[in-house]
């Protein structure tokens, strides 16, 4: 077979592979880095609309536009339909078309397998699947009536989905192994429930009448302290006990059906990712469509790997490395703060379309306080003509990835911006960030309290340490103070700041010296609301 794709791959003009270690995920300090070719990469990323993939054509003219607007990833579906058209015949031309080309604009890809499910949903699985509900079953309503919904206790469903994904990362072993072009795969897209809370299907039934798998519960009982709140309390209320059915331990109702939907949902993505890794291991994760405040399971996809689940989805699926939040909710910094965990690195792969212009303070926020991975919004192939501030944005986080990766894991990096509530209220009081031997101190849009819009919702940044008492302070809309911590002077003053850009080969080219009326006479660091940019700033203390 190997041999079979190699000349496949010759045919197709593509790069001959040679041996080469995987895309992996490393530990630097408190930090998790994405290796790519044996380097740390920063994700500076976007997400093509649904069908955009499908089509070579209509993707040709959007690579060099989304490349200049200084992309270095694109997350593309490719969905089992393309791949599989005919049970064990494997078409490839869509899956090498877009190697190529994301090779020909220097872009790397996480690919999006829509398998199985896509948003809940079973739309991509190829013909052959659809109309065999004998042999992939669907999941039911309460009353009978299937949904368009793969059943998880569908055994041929599952090999195969797994035949299928490890087929593709085979492929990506043939063609790809040198270039690394893909570096991620997610596993399914947006799993979940939908419009009850579990499948009601006779085996899904049996399996509820069941008791709690060991697992699930061996893993409650190794993480009762650092378990999510939701779930702690779920469990505690109901004594915390080590065997049971899913009611007993988790609550009559939807409490239980939601957990019992998680943990096979779980086990299922385990399978899955298990055997696209034998075939070709590289990182591999799910995201999540999150719930809305007062909505119950159903509502919204019941059983994905919501904030109140994780642990759920930790026990049932290690083979995943981590779990994504897509966010198109107001309350961005609660949601990755709930993300970001010892045992979870952050990474946003579906975020507000990409022309809302909240979207670039939520890039800087991700990266600069939470050494996220990466961050891309959605639809980005609808804006490459016209990108707008989110260009801009992505221009500064490109010219500070070298720095961002360096300072990863280490405590020399902050983000910050406005903290908007779900309600969409936003919280504009100033922050503050201990780095180095600086306390800092963010205020936004200068001193008045701004009038809250998406604009002024949109201001933010982050700050880099780079050494004793020199930082680079980027974003837009931020005024920054600055005071000594620790031994010593009691005063900091701004030795000089220089705003400029770094060019290609990574030097700082100084444009204006600020240490007049743009610095308040060496009161402040300011960036203008309006304008991405960065200043280079050498602090100095006195008495």
């Known amino acids: 077979m190997i041999r079979t794709l190699l000349l496949a791959t010759a045919a197709l003009g593509l790069a001959t592979p040679a041996l080469a270690d995987p895309p992996r995920l490393v530990k630097k300090g408190d930090a998790t880095q994405l290796v790519v070719n044996g380097k740390p990469m920063l994700m500076i990323a976007g997400e093509l609309s649904n069908s955009a993939a499908s089509s070579a054509d209509y993707m040709a003219p959007h690579w060099a536009r989304l490349r200049a607007m200084h992309l270095n990833t694109v997350l593309a579906p490719v969905s089992w339909e393309l791949i599989e058209p005919v049970e064990g015949r494997y078409d ?9 080309a994301a090779r020909a604009n220097d872009l790397k890809l996480v690919i999006l397998w829509f398998g199985a499910w896509k948003n809940s949903m079973s739309t991509y699985v190829p013909s052959w699947v659809k109309r065999d509900q004998a042999r992939f079953p669907r999941a039911e309503l309460p009353n009978g009536q299937g949904v368009e919904i793969l059943s998880t206790f569908g055994a041929d469903t599952l090999r195969a989905d797994q035949r299928a994904l490890a087929a593709l990362m085979a492929h990506l072993k043939a063609v790809d192994d040198r270039d690394n072009t893909v570096v991620m795969l997610q596993v399914e897209n947006e799993i979940g429930m939908l419009p009850v809370a579990r499948d009601y299907s006779a085996p899904a039934d049996a399996a509820f009448r069941q008791q709690v798998p060991p697992e699930l519960v061996n893993y ?3 993480h009762r302290d650092t378990l999510v709140p939701e779930m702690k309390a779920m469990w505690a ?9 899913w009611e007993e331990l988790f609550g009559p109702g939807d409490a239980a059906a939601e957990v019992f939907a998680a943990w096979h949902y779980a086990r299922f993505a385990d399978g899955l990712a298990a055997a696209g890794k034998a075939a070709y291991p590289m990182p591999m994760y799910v995201n999540v469509a999150l719930n809305r405040p007062g909505r119950i399971p159903g509502e919204y996809p019941s059983g994905g790997p919501l904030p109140h689940l994780i642990d759920v989805w930790k026990a049932g699926a290690p083979s995943l490395d981590f779990l994504a939040p897509d966010i198109y909710f107001p309350n961005f910094t609660q949601i990755v703060d709930r993300y970001k965990r010892p045992d979870n690195p952050l990474f946003i792969p579906e975020a507000h379309n990409a022309d809302n212009p909240i979207v670039p303070a939520n890039a800087f926020y991700a990266i600069g306080e939470h050494d996220a991975l990466g961050f891309g919004p959605f639809s980005i192939d609808s804006i490459d003509e016209a ?22 894991g280490t405590g020399r990096m902050a983000g910050f911006k406005p903290r908007q509530r779900y309600d969409e209220t936003v919280d504009y009081e100033p922050q503050v960030r201990d780095i180095g031997g600086y306390r800092f101190t963010i205020a936004y849009a200068d001193i008045q309290r701004p009038t809250m819009t998406p604009d002024t919702a949109g201001y933010g940044g982050l700050i880099i340490q780079t050494g004793e008492d020199e930082y680079l302070v980027a974003g837009q809309g931020i005024t920054v103070t600055f005071k000594p911590i620790g031994d010593g002077p009691g005063l900091a003053g701004i030795d000089r700041a220089h705003e400029g850009v770094f060019d290609a080969a990574g030097n700082w080219k100084p444009g204006r010296l600020m240490n007049g009326d743009q610095t308040h006479q060496g009161r402040h660091i300011r960036l203008p609301a309006g304008t991405w940019g960065i200043q280079r700033v050498r602090l100095y203390r006195y008495r």
């Open 92 to 100: 490839w031309s869509s899956v090498d078309t877009m190697l190529k």
């Open 220 to 222: 409650l009982v190794a």
């Open 237 to 245: 209320e109901r004594g915390a006990r080590t065997a049971g059915s």
């Open 387 to 408: 990108p707008g501030a989110l260009k801009d944005a992505y221009a500064v986080l490109d010219q500070l990835r070298p720095m961002i990766l360096d300072a990863q």
